[in-house]
C-alpha cells in the first residue's frame, strides 16, 4: 500500500541525509493517478512540511497544472530522494541508489501511464530504470520514451525550479506538462 511506503521513508534512515533532514517528503496525491511527477529531492520549504513542491519551484508547477484545469490531488507527486541534501546541494550517487527503491515501488503501486521526470537528476534515474540511456536533458526533453516491457512512458522535462531561474524555458515546460497531461488522458488534446 501506498502509506505503509509513505511511512516507511518518514522512519528510514538508509543513507546520511535522514541526520540532517526536518521531515522526511515521501510524496502525495492519487494513489491511481495516471500521471506521476518525479522531481529531484526537497528543498528547504519541503524539508520543513514534509510536502512536495510546496516552495517556489512547486507554486510554478501547482500554477501549471491549474492553467490546465488539473489539481495537484489527481496526479502523484514525489522525488527522486526524498530527505532534503543539505543547503539544497545536488544529492550523491550513494543518496540516489539508497532512495530509488521507495521510487520504484511508488510507481508499482500507482502504476501511471506517464511519468513527468523533471530536471536532470529525475530523467537521469528514470530513464536509466527503464532500460533507456540516458542523454543531455536539453537534446531529450519533451520526448516520449515508451517502456513497452514497464508499459510506461517517460517524458523529461527542465526542473520548474529551472524555469524560476531561467525564464525562457518555461515554454518548453508549460508545453510537457500539458503533453504529458494528454497522454495519460487527463485533459483532450486541442
Ligand atoms: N524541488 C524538487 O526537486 N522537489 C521538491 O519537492 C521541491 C523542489
Ligand atoms: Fe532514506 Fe531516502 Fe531519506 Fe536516504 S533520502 S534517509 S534513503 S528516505
Known sequence: MLQEIEEEIRQCRKCPLWKTRTNAVPGEGCSDASLMLVGEAPGRKEDVEG???VGAAGKLLT????????GREEIYITNVVKCRPPGNRNPRE???EKCLPYLQRQIDVVRPIIILAMGNF?????????????????AIRGRIFESPLHAI?????????????NRALTEYFEKDVRKALEHAGIIKPF
Open 153 to 165: 512512458k517517460i517524458i523529461p522535462t527542465f526542473h520548474p525550479a529551472a524555469c524560476i531561474y
Open 51 to 53: 510536502r512536495p513542491f
Open 94 to 96: 550513494e543518496e540516489i
Open 122 to 138: 529525475a530523467s537521469s534515474a528514470l530513464l536509466k530504470m527503464h532500460g533507456f540511456r540516458d542523454g543531455k536533458i536539453t
Open 63 to 70: 500554477e501549471t497544472l491549474k492553467k490546465n484545469g488539473v
